[in-house]
């Protein structure tokens, strides 16, 4: 029975309990943090990020990963900060510098997966040694029962860079010793041995060593000894929780009494090093290694050639990453033990927030979502209540503690549900939105990463009337390319038949022997239920459903499911509908009944699995080999992103606004990140080619007659590829460096100005081109086309064989670059101003024109940035705001003007943060012949009210000249204020001009041209 609290202690309790934190950030900034931009050095940027507006820094994954790591998502131990950016001291220096100038810190968490290819991974090594029977087995979602028998109760590690056999003749596995410990060597890698087969080992030389000391020997007595202690050591085999921990303590025992012994005896040491010689055998003698060979294949894991993943690996990895093991935080402790660290941090403070890494891929995400919102509550209540005097221990009176804490936490969460209210932690989820598509409302988030947002505002910067002439010129340079879902499908497919086959052919045997237990289904073979899971998931238009049980089937699942399955249909007419209704039931539970009771649990297991694999299928399909595939504008080749639909309409772009600013206004708004395909400023520019389609059907046409002997032809092939080499064209266009002001100078590019960007170019053209896996690929190099590609990029960007083509190149660029700085801008201000939380990845504070990793991940200079914004602070504040921003304006290349107006709209933020955080949303239109070219809207508050107005299609306004969207390009432009009163005066807070509302033939607002009389964007403050 549980003691009732004092009056007083309860009203102490509740009392420090309501003084719970509820942090939103404001506008954060992404960090990528590795051993050559450490903690101390992110330390170092506090002072500058909170001048600049920044409410929370957002960091990249901070916990131990693999050693060397340049991202850090390959994490190996999750109960420490990483050594690499400088360790738990490091990482407190870090906290409380960020403490002392108000900045909050949101954490990037990586729940579903570990990095395995470091001994770090302590973890992931008692895996090894110890296969089912290791305390750690149940952490990793691996298959003990596999579908081949000979991998039972053994992890596949495809690790080898031939076949087995061949490397274990040439001598390149041998076994070590350490430590009281043997492993298996290869190279860099360490595996350790079962204990258990230690006996073999140190058997081997026993007669001998007692030849020579003497069975009675000490030395020889506790070597027996501990023969004798490893005969009673359970077996790798063994699941019993007891025998679990026996093992688990004994070996202990016996790996320090060895290391001992080892030590204090120079015989026994001897002796150790002869039986490793023996072992290790001699290249040229394959009869030498057939002892390594029968220890080895004792172990709890099977060595094997890398390209066996594909088809036989049994744990569950993050996409296709050999090196990244999944892992299972629907377990209790899975979750506390991957996450202690990481709530500690929340409890104390020192963390206002998390980012979840592909949350897809586990295996209940609502449910850990809601656990993690739990989690914080128990972890913050219990810091709070022991720095008051007030820590629970075990008797009566306590736990009426424990019972009351667990009642607020209840009502909490509760009130969140009930109210739409905020949830107490700020998390965000790295969810992809397929088209039509929002965040399940059980989710216990704020909101997804921003992806969404990105492709929402991207879309309105590309000229859809430009749709055909686009297709024309693509179909002209490539050839006839397949529709865009044609390509998705085969893709996917081709990922599941490669990549991926292990798990699809996982997910067929699990069915496969439940339909042989129900004898209406068990004339469904093996090989069919194979082709129709890849067919439907082929045809899947979302990462995943989200089902768990009969009663959370939601519309939406039986939406995309029954979708899939009748486009699945309609691509296989020849394949009965009888076998794919069957599927379809399955995947949404309808024939649950229809199956043994005893087998409806693994029913759900296989639906949930099936849920888990279908989003890495679609992220490897798509992402990663579509995306590099389809290039009529790759500006929309983005991570969630719909090329096919060739922009939107800025209607579309307000709907969701609308939406967000209801059901999500926390949601983080990104425009970079360290994912995107390209950055920011390299889609502005590359979307000012959908406004001068003829242009550039010229420029293409011409590059490619200049280009085209530095192509190579083999075997009829004509290598790159012309898509490939469109994407290039695209490429170079959208990153050309700025030289000299960003005025072209031919000079320089004969120069050596071009080398670095250059082998940037090659970097990426390799990666893109083996992302594709048309003519290359990471599994299946082609070492002729690779080299191919290299040279075709050396040798357009060589200013010695290439002068006209860079002459060309650099007068385009610069042209559509002018126009690209009015996108970047437009963009960046509706980033800043729509409801949502804006992220700013590192450096996008100015001109950022970065690829896809690792490109993204080049320094960033920051000293540069700091004097800049220092400067700019200090004219602000010495006023005359109008000829400053009228400067940055003429100035535009530099890169200011987008400090500029990243530092104004986050000082407001800061100043006025009700402006932003309960405002409503108010799409405005405009009237006029260039009315198309506006997107306005207004946040409204009981604070106040702004107007952010930004022009579009920049190019196609000014007619093609090169002229900035301001003053008369507008002409008789208007926008409309219907809510607003005439004599309603506004502020920009960009110029400081004053600009007031009138009416003009029925339409209420401003003339346009007045607007953006003097600088390309506006943000109006009602005064």
Known sequence: MTTSLPLQDKERIEQLLHQLPCHLPRATYRLQLHADFNLDQGSQLAGYLQRLGISDVYASPILTARVGSPHGYDITDHGQINPDLGGNEAFERFSDTLLRHQLGLILDVVPNHMGIGDLRNTWWSDVLENGPSSIYAHYFDIDWDPVRPQLRDKVLLPILGAQY???????????????????????????????????????????????????????????????????????????????????????????????????QSEPVQTSIEATLAFYNGTPGQPESFDRLETLIADQPYRLAFWRVATEEINYRRFFDINDLAAIRVELPEVLQATHQLVFGLLAEGRATGLRIDHPDGLWHPSAYFRQLQVSYLEYWAATTLKAAGLEPGEDAADSAIFAHVADWIAQTLAQSEREGAAWPLYVVAEKILSAGEDLPADWAVAGTTGYDFLNEVNGIFVDQAARKQLDRLYTDVAGVQPRFANLVNSKKKEIMLVSLASEINTLSHMLDRLTERNRHYRDFTLNSLTFIIREVIACLPVYRTYISGLDTVTPWDERYVEAAVREAKRRNPRTAETIFNFLCDTLLLRNLDSFAEDARPEVIRFVMKFQQISGPVMAKGVEDTTFYVYNRLVSLNEVGGHPENYGHSVEYMHKHAGHRSTRWPSSMLGSSTHDTKRGEDVRARIN??????????????????????????????????????YLLYQTLVGAWPFVNGGTPDPEVYRGEALEGFRERIVQYMEKATREAKVHTSWVNPNANYDAAVRRFVEGVLDPRRSG????????????????????????????????????????????????????????????????????MITRVEAGDQAGFAHELFAQITDGRIKLYLTYTVLQLRRAKPELFAEAGYLP???????????????????????????????????NGDRLPPTGERWGETRLIVPHAGDGTHYRDLFTGAIMTIDTHDDHTGFWMRDVLAQFPVALLEQI
């Open 688 to 725: 000012v080619l959908s406004e001068l389609p003829q242009e550039w059907r010229q420029i293409v046409s011409r590059w490619t007659r200049l280009n085209l002997r530095k192509k190579k032809t083999l075997d009829d092939t004509t290598m790159p590829s012309r898509n490939d080499e």
């Open 924 to 958: 405005l239109a405009a009237a006029g012949d260039r009315a198309d070219h506006v997107v306005a809207f207004a946040r409204q508050s009981d604070a106040g009210e702004l107007l952010t107005v930004v022009p579009r299609l920049p190019l196609r306004l000014a």
């Open 165 to 263: 056999g061949d490397v274990l003749d040439a001598g390149e596995l041998k076994l070590r010793y350490n430590g009281g410990a043997f492993f298996l060597a290869y190279y860099e890698h360490l595996f350790p041995l079962d204990p258990c087969s230690y006996a073999e080992v140190l058997g081997n030389k026993l007669d001998a060593l007692i030849g020579e000391l003497g069975s009675d020997h000490v030395d020889v007595v506790e070597l027996q000894s501990i023969l004798t202690a490893l005969s009673y050591l359970p077996a790798h085999t063994e699941v019993a929780p007891e025998k679990v921990l026996e093992r688990n303590r004994e070996k202990e025992v016996i790996k320090r009494r060895l290391a001992n012994l080892y030590e």
């Open 804 to 871: 006209r083509f860079l002459d060309s190149l650099a007068t385009f660029a610069e042209r559509v670059a002018f126009f690209g700085f009015f996108n970047s801008l437009a963009q960046t201000l509706i980033k800043l101003t729509a409801p949502g939380v804006p992220d700013i990845y590192q450096g996008c504070e100015f001109w950022n024109l970065s690829l896809v990793d690792p490109d993204n991940r080049r320094p960033v200079d920051y000293a540069l940035r700091e004097r800049l914004l220092d400067e």
